[in-house]
């Protein structure tokens, strides 16, 4: 075991707490496997430490690239990534009922299964992506890279929602891996964050395609109700 401190910046996983620290992790299991080039070696290394906020035990897990199992002492040679390990977040569901079951149920399954397998998260996110796309905003491209540009070429798509869908597309980088957007739920590997990134996206597009449209449609009713008391025509 190492005894070099190492420090993360996180959100404290604990419920009671949810605090940005910076967590100290002075004990640490390493270990490397060679990488798919030469002179590469994949490291996978795990720390534990007390939050300075709530002072409970978090254990993370850091993976990346290096050179050699000795040079990840000093620093990863490519941007790694950094999971809580302990204690496990619950996943997040959505539970609105204006989101039809069916979908409610991928997003939930995505979320659920992202701990474990990122992969299978995102490919559930990408299938669930194009059924949104194809199903409730109607667009006609037949793969994903398509129907996100048809998509985006509409007026009144929302700032956060363009940035957010750009963004999973770079992450899945689909020029460089056509098939990824023509098999939306085979497993891929993934770029660190992407699994989360595309959960939130599809967020984002279950309050614009499903929750905002619910929300006019009953306060439409509500006044269309109003309109017919007072014997006015209703709203078009």
């Known amino acids: 075991m190492s005894t070099r401190t190492y420090s993360f910046n996180i959100t404290c996983p604990h419920p009671d707490c949810r605090r940005a620290i910076c967590l100290q992790t002075p004990g640490h299991h390493t270990i490397g496997f060679p990488g798919s080039e030469v002179g590469d070696t994949y490291i996978a290394r795990v720390g534990s430490g007390f939050c300075p906020a709530c002072g409970k035990l978090?254990?993370?897990?850091?993976?990346g690239h290096a050179d050699d199992l000795g040079s990840a002492e000093d620093g990863f040679r490519e941007n790694s990534e950094i999971k809580v390990i302990y204690p496990q977040e619950a996943p997040r569901t959505v539970s609105d009922e204006d989101i039809p079951e069916n979908v409610r149920n991928d997003f939930n399954e995505a979320a659920a299964v992202l701990p474990a397998s990122p992969k299978a998260s995102a490919a559930l996110s990408r299938r669930?992506?194009?059924?949104?796309l194809r199903d409730e905003v109607k667009v006609k491209a037949q793969d994903l890279s398509r129907e996100v540009d048809e998509f985006l070429s509409r007026p009144g798509i929302p700032t956060n929602i363009r940035d957010a869908i750009d963004a999973v597309r770079d992450f899945g980088n689909f020029a460089s891996h056509p098939n990824r957007d023509k098999h939306t739920g085979e497993i891929w590997d993934v770029e660190p964050g992407e699994a989360d990134w595309s959960l939130d996206l599809l967020e984002l597009l279950f309050d614009f395609a499903y929750i905002q449209p619910a929300r006019t449609a009953h306060m439409k009713g509500k006044l269309n109700a109003k309109l017919a008391a007072a014997g006015?025509?209703?709203m078009k």
């Open 58 to 63: 978090i254990t993370v897990k850091q993976e």
């Open 128 to 132: 669930l992506l194009q059924h949104i």
């Open 232 to 234: 006015k025509p209703p």
